[in-house]
Nanobody, 118 residues
Framework: QVQLVESGGGLVQAGGSLRLSCAAS????????MGWYRQAPGKQRELVAL???????NYADSVKGRCTISRDNAKNTVYLQMNSLKPEDTAVYYC????????????WGQGTQVTVSS
């Protein structure tokens, strides 16, 4: 069974940094795109950043220049480095991966809370 496990969330002051990690485990053929989404209270879940298997990236306008997504294919892990955090970045952050097992399906992590205090 495929699982995505996130870590790295927490409480940080405005202007601070956090690094989120998401590791995929279980039996599968390959991982295609991986991404980070977030959902603030009362709001819809939104894309934060995406990275393809080839390393191409895409970011939400709200985090461009402040966040960097990367992946370690050998460890089946995706990272999100977040700098210059703002209170409006407060949300539950979810990892998503498109995994071939053997057909391609979308898998989600359980979410990790990020709280930015002003």
């Amino acid at each position: 069974q495929v699982q995505l496990v996130e870590s790295g969330g927490g409480l940080v002051q405005a202007g601070g940094s956090l690094r989120l990690s998401c590791a995929a485990s279980g039996s599968f053929f390959s991982i295609n795109a991986m991404g980070w989404y977030r959902q603030a209270p009362g709001k819809q879940r939104e894309l934060v950043a995406l990275i393809t298997s080839g390393g191409s990236t895409n970011y939400a306008d709200s985090v461009k220049g402040r966040c960097t997504i990367s992946r370690d294919n050998a460890k089946n892990t995706v990272y999100l480095q977040m700098n210059s955090l703002k209170p409006e970045d407060t949300a539950v952050y979810y990892c998503k991966a498109l995994i071939r097992n053997p057909t391609v399906g979308a898998y989600w992590g359980q979410g990790t809370q990020v709280t930015v205090s002003s």
